[in-house]
C-alpha cells in the first residue's frame, strides 16, 4: 500500500487520518476490491502509532463497507459501490466548502478571493 500521512497536528484522531486516506485510495482505484491490507501490527510500525490506533482504523472501514475481515487471513478491500463513495466524499467536501463560504462572508471576503484560494489550494502539490 503505497504511503499514508498522518499529521500530528491536524486536530483530527490519528485512525481517522488513517482510515480516510484509505478510503480515498479505494474510492480512487489505488487499492482494488480484495486487495490484502497490512496486517495491524504491520501498518502500526509503518505509521509509528499503537496497534489500538490502526485496530481502530480497521474496524470503522469494516463499519462503513470499504473492508472486509477475513478471520486468520487479514483485512481486504471490499467491493464497494464507487458511485455511492464518491458521493459520500463529495458531501464532505460540499460541508467543508460550506464553512468557508460562511466564514468568508462573515468577514466580507469576496468570492473572487475565496476562488483564488481554493484554486492555489487545489494546484499545490501534496
Not at 485510495?25 to 490502526?54: F, G, H, M, Q, Y
Not at 470503522?60 to 463513495?85: H, M, R, T
Not at 466548502?97 to 466580507?108: E, G, S, Y
Amino acid at each position: 500500500m503505497t504511503e499514508i500521512i498522518i499529521s500530528n497536528s491536524s486536530g483530527v484522531p490519528i485512525y481517522e487520518q488513517i482510515k480516510e486516506q484509505i478510503k480515498v485510495k479505494i474510492v480512487s482505484n489505488e487499492l482494488k476490491e480484495n486487495t490484502l491490507l497490512p496486517s495491524i501490527r504491520t501498518l502500526a510500525k509503518d505509521l509509528r502509532c499503537s496497534v489500538i490506533t490502526t485496530k481502530n482504523a480497521y474496524e470503522e472501514l469494516v463499519k462503513e463497507g470499504y473492508v472486509k475481515n477475513v478471520p486468520s487471513k487479514g483485512f481486504y478491500v471490499a467491493k464497494i459501490n464507487k458511485d455511492v463513495a464518491l458521493e459520500e466524499q463529495l458531501n464532505k467536501i460540499e460541508d467543508f466548502i460550506d464553512k468557508a463560504v460562511v466564514v468568508a462572508k462573515m468577514n466580507h471576503i469576496p468570492k473572487k478571493t475565496l476562488t483564488e484560494i481554493l484554486n492555489i489550494l487545489y494546484e499545490e502539490e501534496q
